[in-house]
């Protein structure tokens, strides 16, 4: 697909409803006053200034892109970006819209919500995170949905998972593996201890 014209592109910025339409004129006003009164032909160009300055993402505009400019907002939150996928949902980086504190929100697949038992599995995954409470274990803050839409709102902790850094690194030092090992057997530890059982470990 064709990467859509800069004012194609801001149209799509329009209707996804990201960006204060205000705060997106004086932005642009700004990128005009430093480039001879123009806005470049290019709308990657565009795209990377509205990211530099905090107004949207990668991921954002990677949507934006392919003509895709709804589902950015669950409830009180705003998607930031996809994190990852598990055997049960999907994972995004997501600020609260009003707060501004940035949270990981899991999220059922609509697929699923028809089976009474997945979604009374993920309500019990979210009523057992809750009462955990523990420095190596990631909090829940919140349990919702928003139509046929059913998600977790959990604590966001900034980094990369170890898969991710050993396919990026390689191998990991003995005493680092450790150290990780030590972090996960404690809050496993912690939650045994709380009577719950991690199923996929």
């Known amino acids: 697909m064709a990467t859509p014209s800069v004012k194609n592109f801001l149209e799509l910025v329009q209707r996804s409803q990201l960006v204060d339409s205000d705060l997106l004129r004086t932005t642009l006003l700004k990128y ?11 709308a990657k160009v565009v795209a990377d200034y509205l990211v530099q300055a905090g107004l949207l993402t990668d991921w954002h505009c990677t949507k ?13 939150y705003k998607l930031l970006g996809h994190i990852g996928t598990g055997g049960m949902s999907s994972v995004y980086l997501a600020e609260h ?7 990981a929100i899991k999220v059922l697949p609509k697929s699923r919500v028809g089976d009474s038992s997945y979604l009374q599995r993920f309500h019990r995954e979210a009523q057992a995170t809750a009462a955990l409470e523990h420095p190596n274990v990631v909090r829940a803050y919140d349990v919702d949905n928003e139509g046929d839409t059913h998600y977790l709102v959990m604590e966001y902790v900034k980094g990369q998972d170890i898969q991710n850094i050993v396919n ?3 191998g990991l030092s003995y005493t680092k593996a450790a150290e990780y090992i030590v972090q996960a057997a404690r809050g496993l530890a912690y939650s045994h201890g709380e009577g719950l059982v991690h199923r996929d470990v």
């Open 97 to 103: 819209i009003l707060m501004r504190r940035q949270r």
């Open 64 to 76: 934006l892109f392919d003509r895709k400019y709804k589902g950015f907002f669950l409830g009180k």
């Open 168 to 170: 990026a690194q390689g």
């Open 32 to 42: 005009k006053a430093e480039h001879d009164d123009q806005l470049p032909a290019d």
